[in-house]
């Protein structure tokens, strides 16, 4: 049996949900949150399913949607005390990974504590922070940051309002995820940041979204800007200027095996990233079962990929150790 290290996963304690209702009357989760506390359940269920370890990240990230910042700063520290008290609970068993929800000086200033005195494994990230993207220029200091410490970042998607009724089927999730996702690794290559930051590791939620899927059209989007700027003067207006092939830049991103079980999904993002670039990850505990049925079909897709055993096993632990260890 291969090492397994669950590479995203979501967690809240009760004393965090408790604070967030209780002092501050937050009402994002409706119906019985307690499964992502119940710590027994959670080493249970990796236990069956043979997983070695989890990276646990704060779940909720549209809580902090138009929040106070002096608030979010005090509920952004409280919340990564708590990861790193979990993970030192069960040190053979978690892996802990801070959330940075803001950017900003004193939010730096968390990322640091977090990475220096805490010994947090990384950062957890947003697609946007209240509709502005992330390319935008007050969030370069915590890349400049994430470069400088070797400190991989761990990107989520947020929820955005683009239709008044997209919430209606839950479209907002089911697709908007995933399309936020594409969005903010496009604007972190198109924006440059990727360009100035040539060492900064991120990794992608739910298999990078849309980018291996479209990784040849991302290819001869750029080229062809590139070949006749006259015609796209709006796009030469705000773009960096890259010196490589634009999905060179996009190869460099880290996606996560969170798609759901679907092994084409997989053999994509694999094709495109590379096989040193895919990390195993579940989003457990949200799946029928609480989680389980992530667990097991995340592990038999990466069994029915079509890569060899030592490429399986990088993708179950490897690329991961490489990134944190």
Not at 185 to 209: K, T
């Amino acid at each position: 049996m291969p090492e397994i290290i669950d590479g995203y996963t979501h967690i809240l304690t009760q004393e965090f949900h408790e604070a967030l209702t209780e002092e501050f009357g937050f009402q994002g989760l409706s119906g019985t949150p307690a499964f992502l506390w119940e710590i027994d359940r959670r080493v249970e269920d990796m236990a069956d399913y043979g997983v070695d370890k989890q990276v646990i990240t704060l779940a909720l990230p549209t809580l902090f949607q138009g929040m106070d910042p002096e608030l979010a700063l005090e509920l952004t520290r409280f919340a990564n005390d708590e990861i790193r008290r979990l993970a030192d609970e069960h040190p053979d068993l978690f892996v802990p990974v801070a959330t940075i929800p803001r950017p900003g000086e004193e939010f730096v200033e968390e990322f640091e504590r977090c990475v220096e005195d805490l010994d947090m494994a990384g950062a957890q990230i947003f697609s946007n922070v209240d509709g502005r993207p992330i390319d935008d220029e007050a969030f370069w200091p915590l890349y400049e940051r994430a470069e400088a410490t070797d400190t991989p970042l761990w990107m989520h998607p947020q929820l955005w309002e683009w239709y008044d009724w997209a919430d209606e089927y839950m479209e907002h999730r089911l697709f908007g995820w995933p399309f936020d996702t594409t969005l903010a690794l496009s604007r972190l290559v198109f924006g440059g940041v990727m360009e100035e930051y040539p060492d900064l590791q991120l990794v992608s939620h739910h298999g990078g979204g849309m980018v291996p899927f479209y990784g040849d059209r991302i290819a001869m989007f750029h080229e062809q800007r590139k070949a006749y700027p006259e015609n796209y003067p709006g796009f030469h207006e705000h773009a960096a200027d890259l010196e490589k092939p634009a999905e060179e830049y996009f190869k460099r991103f880290y996606a996560d095996t969170a798609v759901s079980g679907s092994v084409s999904a997989l053999d994509c993002a694999n094709s495109f990233f590379g096989s040193g670039n895919v990390v195993f990850g579940t989003d457990y505990p949200f799946s029928p079962e609480r989680g389980r049925r992530t667990i097991e079909v995340s592990i038999d897709a990466v069994e029915s990929m079509d890569v060899d055993e030592p490429t399986r096993d990088a993708i179950f632990a490897g690329n991961l150790h490489d990134l944190i260890d």
